[in-house]
């Protein structure tokens, strides 16, 4: 039992354990995950419905979508923004590896009569010939990945854009992450039964990496006959950080923002976003 709890709370090295395949194709978790999606009045897992109106009125205005562009929403979940931006006229793909929210996504696109193209698989390994006019991270995926995945993932964006197409992402703060703190805590079926139908007891230990600037939820679930871990990890950023890695692998920052929606940067806000092109040249 004490090499049990000693495990449970033991720390690991930032980004050397990866479950978000785990959580997200889970028959159980996965239908968990699209419930949050579907939620709009909540900020968990897609943001509420009346920012994502707004958001994706901003990015089919900002990025003149239309007859003739091509977008692609990474991480695209049910297909919040896809739809949306689909209404503009432009030619859209949605890339997630949740068969679950695909299914309701492919469902709302034909209910709604428009053809958007739908891709399972893992982002970090998509590969096609096409190449867009617009790229999309949204709701701060970006932060979920080690910094080799997020190398991938820009290298895979400058691959797929059309030159001068450009990319538009959000990421967490330096100040969200000055606001976490380290924290231990321990449940009977931890957040309602989220992690498994089965009775479980739930363990969830907040790792802070001050050096890296990265947090750690950890959660340990214990049932009757087996016992899985999963880790969320998130890399907070400031501007510097973030335009250096970006550059470093090829795009040019063109604009920081305070969200997807277009508001002004703010460095009292716990989030904000960028605009980053390929070069044409």
Same mark, same amino acid.
């Given at each position: 039992?004490?090499?049990?709890? +000693?495990? $449970? ?5 930032? *980004? ?5 395949? /785990? &959580?997200? #194709? ?90 958007? +193209?739908? $891709? ?5 390994? *998509? ?5 867009? /006019? &617009?790229? #999309? ?99 907070? *950023? ?44």
């Amino acid at each position: 039992m004490y090499q049990d709890l +000693e495990e $449970i709370n033991r720390r690991p090295t930032p *980004f050397s354990c990866y479950t978000a395949a /785990d &959580l997200w #194709t889970d028959r159980h978790t996965s239908s968990k995950m699209l419930a949050y999606h579907l939620d709009g009045t909540i900020d968990i897992s897609s943001r509420k419905t009346a920012f994502i109106d707004r958001s994706a009125a901003w990015i089919a205005s900002r990025f003149e979508l239309g007859k003739g562009k091509i977008a692609a929403d990474f991480g695209c979940g049910p297909g919040l923004y896809t739809t949306r931006l689909a209404t503009s006229g432009a030619t859209v793909t949605g890339i997630d590896f949740s068969e679950r929210s695909l299914q309701y996504a492919r469902e709302m696109s034909r209910r709604k009569g428009l053809s958007i +193209e739908y $891709i399972q698989t893992n982002y970090l390994d *998509f590969k096609s010939d096409q190449r867009f /006019d &617009l790229i #999309t991270m949204i709701m701060c995926d970006y932060c979920a990945l080690s910094p080799d995945q997020r190398h991938m993932m820009l290298d895979t964006f400058l691959t797929h854009l059309r030159p001068g197409g450009a990319v538009l992402l959000d990421v967490y703060s330096l100040r969200a992450f000055n606001a976490r703190e380290e924290t231990a805590a321990y449940a009977h079926n931890l957040l309602d039964g989220f992690w498994s139908p089965n009775p479980y007891f739930g363990f969830l230990n907040i790792f802070k990496y001050e050096d890296e600037k990265v947090i750690l939820d950890k959660f340990t679930i214990v049932e009757e006959k087996q016992k899985q871990v999963f880790y969320n990890w998130l890399q907070y *950023f400031d501007r510097e950080a973030l335009k250096k890695e970006v550059e470093k692998q090829g795009l040019r920052i063109d604009a920081f923002l305070g969200n997807v929606a277009g508001d002004a940067f703010d460095p009292a806000l716990n989030e904000f976003a960028i605009i980053a092109r390929k070069p044409t040249h």
